[in-house]
């Protein structure tokens, strides 16, 4: 785990394991089971991912802005993604769509082979690559780039998370998965995103409705 020294923030690490385990206690509750999934949320510092102004409502169960409009999931949503990526297994090649503070790029990274992860906002991913280097994950790949275009050149992937929401189920993804590939993604206009899941079996699409979620749209281009 990162050490907090040196980071004014070494009080909030070192008194939040109780605060942590009541986390894990509500997600489980709600239902998350893979206790892969659950000691990645309980051990990847997420205080670390924001604003030191908000460190201290890091291990409460919801989203907070980071800056750019953007946010970090609350924990549930992130270990619902992650267990529906991860199901069944280890997926080796996995692309990440909106790389974000990188929270979800630190919770999936040691449950899959190699993860790739795209985002658009330069600032955000200077700051996620920075973090997910300290905390020694050397298995990810950083790409600054319009996610909604994904990455052809390296697919296909054995699945495709996406952490913004397009209105429609986004083709351009879905063509970069491997056949038994699955893509988990929330899909829809504010306030009536449903969280899918599409496992690709051939040219047909299998899908499962994992829920309704509130994510910032998926944008285009690059800044």
Known sequence: MMQDSG????????TSARTRERLIQRLTEQGIRD????DRIRNVPRHLFMDEALASRAYEDTALP???????SQPYVVARMTEAVTVGGTPEKVLEVGTGCGYQTAVLAPLVGKLYSIERIAPLLD???QRVRELGLKNV???????ADGWKSLAPFDAILVAAAP???PMKLL?????GGRLVAPIGPDGQQELLRLTRRGDQY?????GFVSFVPLVGGIS
């Open 175 to 179: 063509e970069q998965l491997k056949d």
């Open 127 to 129: 700051k996620a690559r």
């Open 141 to 147: 790949r950083f790409k600054h780039a319009d996610g």
């Open 35 to 38: 206790p892969r999934v659950l």
């Open 66 to 72: 980071i800056g750019f409009g953007q946010t970090i």
């Open 206 to 210: 299998i899908r499962e409705r994992l």
């Open 7 to 14: 980071s004014g923030r070494s009080g909030i690490g070192m």
């Open 167 to 169: 209105h429609a189920v």
